[in-house]
């Protein structure tokens, strides 16, 4: 990513409860800043982060912040031992000419080691003294906010704010409140409070990570593990019998996650036998799994497992159920095994994931143990045996940790085309009349396309399955009808968001169009109507009706899920189908 002039973008985010913690009413109004990091390494450069830190102190001194004073200290440490609430670090880089500095906000009483504000400001060398004072400029509103302790409207629209150098400023100030205890102390990964949530910190890697599942890179010696798993079944609320230790790690461009699964049993009694992706059969493995809960909404999520032979499985889930297993998104996982247990490391792309945007981020996420000789399934937050026994506990998105203390990439509005064409030559000498070498040949596009970070939209013309998975062999000996799950990729995109009516099992199910008897389980709930039902759409009476094309739009806008899709088929004699419009919207 370039450098340009004239960028300021601000990412607020506020703890629970500022405003009521009024034993903390003095350290609200002091702050500290510490010199910025000069990520270039240039030794001529070193001293403009002792400028920069300086004049941030004195911009923010009487500014109208609502700070009775703003101090010079040499690291985090010192301001904390000051009794400051804010510390403001950051730093810097060079490239070339152009200068990009990044102030961070960090809350060191109530939530101490989080970044609860990010100023990001470009320009150049030459102007290295506008820069600060825009930087000084971005500083203001975000503290002014932390100190007053009043809520901004959340996922508040960008908003012009006037610089005190002229100009204005894109200002945007996210809230992210978080459900569970404040974010943990560094070195500290986890923080727990007494009804068993958990806070996590990610750690930032600064080495390569070589993805061969060995967890031999220092990071694991010198990060903590995340440890104490709990049972959900069979014993609720107790110690895993057997330990788990995991890392949550972050670079530029990628989210990791490792285990090193320690197991007493010898190699002969672990269960792993299954390297099909997405196959049921992997359920009754060995285990490991994460689930992430990117928007923090506490309801959707989307879940990697693999096994110790290093197969890959993924799908999403929607109000924690509704699990789309036709969900395969860019990643890459590596097992190994060492004397007690196996290793695993996951490398999932940020670029794989939707999220809201703002580099950072606040989001749920949840690990699972299971070890299947024992029919134990263990999670690094407690979950209620209520909501049934086995692999089903990963649906329950809003008794998920919570995941902090990392950054994501800017986004970018990814487009992709995929065009496909086909032709033919034929000859039948005893047609009437015959023919000789006929061509014929056909050709479409499909096209994805990101609105925003939180909305895609699909396109299609003329559309070909060809490429679409085989549905699995199925014998019905009911009355009802076979339901077999959407494998098109057009339609799979937010697939939850249409189909939130439908309880099925992973991978589909042969029940027809009724959920699955039987409560409280992630898959079913009771005879509910399957309301839309998108394999209806370019099929009828088991023939193929051609889609002439359509588009869909799927994602959050705010606090709410959304879908909006429209497509339009031809006609068929042999299918007695006549050219239909489908549209279907919900929010």
Partial sequence: MGLGVGLVAVVGLLATGVSAQTSLGAAAERAAVVPFDNISGRSEDAWLGAGIAETVAAGLSGSGTGLRSVARVPDVAAGERLGVRWVISGSYQRLGDQLRATARVIDVAVATGMVVGTVTVDGTLEGFFALQDRLVSGLMPVLVGMVSGEAVPDRARPRPVESPIGGTERVVLVPRVIDGPAPPVAPAVINRDAEGRATIRAARVTEEINLDGQLDESVYQTVPALTEFIQQSPDAGTSATEETEAWILFNEENLYVAGRIWDSAPPNQWVANEMRRDTAQLRQNDTFAVVLDTFYDRRNGVAFYTNALGAIADFALTNESNPNSDWNPVWDVQTD???????VEMEIPFRSLRYRPGPDQVWGVQLRRNVRRKNEWAYLTPLPISIGSGPGGIFRVSDAATLVGFEVPEASKNLELKPYGIGGLSTNLSATPPTRNTGDGNAGIDVKYGITQNLTADFTYNTDFAQVEVDEQQVNLTRFS??????????????????????????????????????????????????????????????????????????????????????????????????????????
């Fill in 337 to 343: 095994r060492f004397d007690g247990g196996w290793t």
């Fill in 482 to 587: 076979l339901f077999f799950p959407e494998k098109r990729e057009f339609f799979l995109e937010g697939r939850g968001i249409f189909g939130f009516a439908r309880g099925t099992r992973i991978g589909g199910g042969s029940r027809g169009g009724l959920r699955r008897a039987g409560g409280g389980s992630p898959f079913g709930g009771g005879n509910v109507p399957t309301l839309f039902y998108s394999r209806k759409i370019g099929l009828q009476r088991g023939t193929v009706v051609p889609i002439v094309g359509g588009g869909r739009v799927t994602g959050k806008i705010g606090a709410f899920d959304v879908g909006f899709l429209n497509i339009h088929t031809d006609d068929n004699a042999a299918a007695d189908a006549a050219m239909t419009n489908f549209t279907v919207a919900r929010m």
